[in-house]
């Protein structure tokens, strides 16, 4: 949550929906290449 909120700060102060998309893209990406996690 740190880094979201850090990223959402530097880069996105007004668009936070657009970067939650993002995140929350590259998060599924993620678990569906490494099911361990």
């Not at 740190?2 to 929906?17: F, L, N, Q």
């Not at 970067?19 to 569906?32: C, K, P, T």
């Amino acid at each position: 949550a740190g880094v979201v909120g850090e990223v959402m700060g530097k880069y996105h102060p007004h668009g936070d929906a657009s970067i939650y998309n993002a995140l929350v893209r590259m998060a599924q990406d993620f678990s569906m290449r490494d099911p361990l996690i």
